[in-house]
């Protein structure tokens, strides 16, 4: 069975930090994309950041470029996000996701993933 568990989110204060981590298990993704989406309450889910295999290039949603960095560490299967400057519009809970698809001509676009993890809660209060 595989699952994709994050952990890492909670209350912060607008200019802190939070590094987030997901850990799958039952399946390796190195080879497949693997991603951070967002969802705050009455908005539809949005891309954060991601990448399409070990060693391919990283992808950003515009807002959290030079504040957010992604990587990965296929040895623990794990994906990471690392939030700095944190504002009060990032508040939202954050999911991790997992593709199966090899070609993925862009990384944004939830429908494509097949493995979610529960989602963990981030606030940033100002």
């Known amino acids: 069975q595989v699952q994709l568990v994050e952990s890492g989110g909670g209350l912060v204060q607008a200019g802190d930090s939070l590094r987030l981590s997901c850990e799958a298990s039952?399946?390796?993704?190195?080879?497949?994309?693997m991603a951070w989406f967002r969802q705050a309450p009455g908005k539809e889910r949005e891309f954060v950041a991601g990448s399409r295999m070990r060693g391919d290039s990283i992808f950003y949603e515009d807002s959290v470029k030079g504040r957010f960095t992604f990587s990965r560490d296929d040895a623990k299967n794990t994906v990471y996000l690392q939030m700095n400057s944190l504002k009060p519009e990032d508040t939202a809970v954050y999911y991790c996701a997992a593709a199966l698809k090899t070609y993925m001509p862009t990384l944004e676009f939830p429908r494509d993933y097949f493995y979610w993890g529960q989602g963990t809660q981030v606030t940033v209060s100002s």
């Open positions: 039952g399946r390796t993704f190195s080879r497949y994309p």
